[in-house]
DNA sequence: CATGAATGAGTCTTCATTCAT
DNA sequence: TATGAATGAAGACTCATTCAT
């Protein structure tokens, strides 16, 4: 009934009035997605998301038990978006063409949903997963666990073609995701780390090459 | 003359009291390190932090005009160490040692000084920087230019030697310094990110690999 | 909506719940009226009124902005309430009485209701009518308007009946101004002004000849 | 030794050591004035008078017991040199003249002097006058007597005169005190009171005319 | 005497969460 | 169920005054 259900799979939907309230709960997680774009988001307020979904503060309450529930729910949508983005290109057969489509829908989506992208960042924090309902720690490591399989799977394909360094997945997956996580850390925080660079886009370019280099270039 | 008063050259420091009074800053900068340790640590309270350093509440702040300032004199005192800890490998000759070297002492002193790193990161963002008097502000950029000459220095080596790509020295360090800060990130923050690694050693030495591998993989 | 809606006609005051809101409102206000009763009015702080009016710090901040609301609201709240005690004699045909009256009323409001009177005189000061959001001055100003009006309207009457000097009305209400605000200081302050009177009733006598004099003297 | 010592005539100035000490005294008020020109000069701290004098906070304590010590001697010392502003002029024959003078003298000296006038002011509290040393007390009021024995002679040769109406000095000078306090005050508070006004002179020429009119309209 | 470091009570304000209607 | 008023702990920062050197 709380912010987690709408990953449950309502079997019978009874009637009007659930509807609307599953519905409410969306509006909820846009109102707060839409407050969250500033960089500033870790001070948006329980009631200006109320206010901006146009509902009562005391609600929110009914469809979240606390603020992080909202950050959670927000996260997994968004995971579960970058997923369902990545599986749209699942019938590449170039592994290293694979690989770059994933770094680069991962770019796309991060940056062209920084709301959602910066709470996910969040929401990866261990003392965050702490704190969570049994629930929502356990959708949040089977949403890590497709992750690491989707891509798990290409590599392991890659390292099959001889393509790339025949190492454990997890291992070549790791300088991936630091990479990855550095760069969007640093375009959101910093003037500091990309200053000589024309554009952001030019940044982009130089640190997918830089990771596909740093995959392909472990193999010796 | 407050809180950044430790990088001026104190020519003659005249008295007793004057060096008592140095002191007490370092052991306000030592007690907020220490209570930085934990990783709830942007929680810490101005209180906690004279508390723990013994003294008054307002003393604190006849060392720091407010708490961003001993934010960003831990900050500089930290990066300041960072490079006198590479400068003590300076004669290294092999430039892709100098680089291991400077990856591992990098990576030593980040998890070797956990508090320290984590205000440093969070002084590198953008918002934070403009908070700042300009003297502060200054003193960071000077800190930056140091770091990005030193790394720059040695990679232009690289390049001239053939064993980098031929590539602005700028454009080469941004992969390394992107899969550092996300390395770094992943280990405070992340149970998720490496749990089939079996210590944090293993995954350093992972990512340090991957930071060399994506350098000189670039070169083709 | 805040501390203001005092003054806005409520059109229909839908429930229960927005009356006793409303009502709340008001308790503040009188806790904070009689916390101010003492001449250290400055020093009284939102908890005091908090405790006084029986309620939590937080909800203070649930009908007042800051504390300037608070005195704003007190001060506008007065000022209604005097010309509302000034339009009572509004028939009077005599033009010296009906300023003689005003005098009186004056006095009467301002040491009955010494609180009030003086967060009143504090809300005259340029530097806190800055600091307010338009709204509450504008409200200000529509005020004072009315009083100028209204006063105005009187001594206007006065010299086209020839009772008082051909001059702007402005000029006149000056002096009145200043010598009723002196003596209300006075009163209010000085054990030092009024020594060789017997009771505050004979300075204020002596005040209000001295007001009319001033007034008509102007004439020749 | 403390503040109030610079009234006391020093029978035996013994050395240069005591005349330094004395000069101090007289530099932390003049740099206690020069702060207090603005016109937040309630919330200028001891710290900020003691760099201003160039001299340490504690130096500040030996001359002085407090802040309030501060204000009391700065206040005698303007009324001081008011009264001594008055007696240049004394030959006047003229009564209505003399009072003239005086009030247009008094407007002058708070118009000239606004930081000792507000301090001045602040000082005719009666809670003010309450907290102070006994000596500092009967200080005030040989001062306060002394204006009222000024004043009242002159207007006692009025009325003698059968310029000024038959009445208690003491009676006659409380109109004078309160327009004039109250004109003071609304030049330094208000944009309110002198609106319509073009200036400031217009507005004191006002007030002094009336002052006086109030005078002697009384004699009817 | 001169100093200025140390003190800590006191200020306003914020906000996640609760709960009665 | 929806609401929003109420809560109160917590936090950053100030400043008159003291006191050891």
């Known amino acids: 009934m709380l912010g987690c259900c709408s990953t449950t799979t309502d079997e019978k939907p009874i009637s009007r009035k659930q509807r609307e309230f599953a519905r409410r709960e969306q509006e909820i997680l846009a109102a707060a997605v839409s407050l969250f774009e500033n960089p500033h988001w870790e001070t948006v307020t329980v009631e200006q998301i109320a206010k901006k979904a146009e509902i009562g503060k005391g609600t929110v309450y009914k469809h979240f038990t606390c603020k992080d529930d909202i950050y959670a729910n927000i996260s997994t949508g968004f995971m579960t978006r970058i997923l369902t983005a990545y599986r749209i290109h699942d019938e590449r057969t170039e592994i290293i063409d694979a690989i770059k489509e994933i770094i680069s829908t991962s770019f796309e ?71 990855f996580d550095g760069a969007i850390g640093s375009i959101w925080n910093g003037d500091i780390n990309c200053p000589q660079v024309e554009d952001q886009e030019t940044y982009i370019t130089i640190i997918s090459e830089y990771m596909v280099a740093g995959l392909v270039g472990l193999k010796k």
Do not use: W
Not at 130 to 146: I, N, S, V
Not at 157 to 169: A, E, F
């Open 109 to 179: 989506m991060f940056l062209g949903n920084p709301a959602e992208a910066r709470v996910s960042f969040y929401c990866k924090r261990g003392d965050f997963r702490e704190r969570l309902t049994p629930e929502l720690k356990a959708e949040f490591e089977m949403l890590d666990e497709q992750f690491t399989g989707y891509i798990g799977t290409i590599l392991q394909k890659g390292i099959n073609q001889g393509l790339l360094p025949n190492k454990p997945v997890e291992h070549l997956m790791m300088g991936l995701e630091a990479t």
